[in-house]
């Protein structure tokens, strides 16, 4: 080789370093790309998965809460018409005619109410309508469900208010003309509240 022609040293031919070894068969540059890429694939499958799995979690934790708010608010709604009917009823003996308090009763246990009309005092309505001092709760899977299946009723439909002794169940029933109401089943010890 003339010299013209010489390389600088370090340009193609060590100069007492390291050689640069020979490329490497069988792994090139196309398969290091898609095993890369089938790593991040998988990651992102991984992380996707993940992500679902932690908001199908969330949905199940909001659905449960927002079951338990349903039950408070119907449980809640239904008490304010059990105190409605029993102030109704109080209103109507206070004249001196409970029998005319009978509109607040369900027609299939009226007879068996009218003379436990008289036990509904302001007292004992003030007890029920405070929540620290009565228990709500849907008539639904309880020992007293019959008494609402009994008379046509769904229990899911109904409320118990309880305090010591004292127990009242009400349900919201269609009238013949197709109207809501709220009606009385039950009474139980109210004298006990006095």
Known sequence: MSPAFARPPGFGVPTGGFAMPPPRKGMSLGKIVVIGCALLALLTCAAGAGIWAFAMYGARQAGAHAEALSHSLATDIMR??????LTGVRAMCATGDCSAAAQYVHPGVQT??????TTVTTKAIQVLEDPARARAELLEGTDDAV????????P????????GRAKVIGCSAR??????TFLLVHIEGLDSLE
């Open 80 to 85: 304010a018409g059990v105190i409605a009917s």
């Open 112 to 117: 068996a109410l009218t003379p436990l009309m």
């Open 147 to 154: 008494r609402a299946t009994a008379l046509g009723l769904t």
């Open 156 to 163: 899911s439909s109904c409320v118990r208010l309880t305090s």
């Open 175 to 180: 009238e013949a003309n197709g109207a809501e």
